[in-house]
């Protein structure tokens, strides 16, 4: 729990007077008008929904969802990089998860439509995929973001580079595959 708190620490440090603003009324039916009015900051907001079971160490759906809605889609990334850190001895190393990290930028702002037949190909069931599906509805990037999240739960300190970029070009995602690849060689010359 002291990671998942830390990682809201600097979340709320992060947070505008207007993010505040906006997140409060979007808790409003979830914590009570009373509540919402009594908060000062975001870690207040947060606690609220730690109480409430709305959000939890193991459930960062909702808090993603609400960043995503007051446009603070660049606060999602210290999501990630908490729940990354789960256990080290289930991760890749270090190196292969900065690779996986810039195969998932890349990946996230070129795949498009095919994004259910790429989590096929890793292979994804069709279960975890229409899941993402009914939380991601209208959230392209999103929905591409969480089939690798996906896919690196299931394969923890297995998970390789490679393999999201045979996946790309098992579905005919040539193009996104050598942007992948030339994006890794950049990232790995001085």
């Not at 990630?80 to 702002?109: H, S, W």
Request: hydrophobic share 35%; aromatic share 6%.
């Amino acid at each position: 729990m002291e990671r998942f708190k830390f990682t809201l620490l600097e979340i709320s440090n992060k947070l505008s007077s207007d993010n505040l603003v906006s997140l409060k009324f979007l808790c409003a039916d979830k914590i009570g008008k009373k509540k919402t009015e009594e908060v000062e900051n975001g870690l207040q907001l947060f606690d609220y929904l730690i109480q409430r079971e709305i959000i939890g160490r193991d459930n960062t759906e909702h808090l993603r969802e609400l960043l995503d809605k007051i446009g603070r889609q660049d606060l999602l990334g210290l999501i990630d990089t908490y729940e990354g850190q789960a256990d080290p001895a289930e991760l890749p190393d270090k190196a292969e998860l900065e690779k996986i990290n810039i195969a998932t930028n890349v990946i996230v702002d070129n795949l498009g439509k095919k994004w259910k037949e790429f989590g096929r190909k890793l292979p994804l069931s069709d279960a975890k995929l229409d899941g993402i599906e009914e939380k991601h509805p209208r959230n392209l990037e999103e929905k591409v973001r969480e089939v690798i999240k996906e896919w690196k739960k299931m394969r923890k300190g297995q998970a390789k580079v490679d393999e999201l970029i045979k996946a790309l070009r098992a579905c005919s995602q040539n193009f996104t595959a050598d942007v992948v690849e030339k994006a890794l060689q950049k990232a790995s010359t001085p």
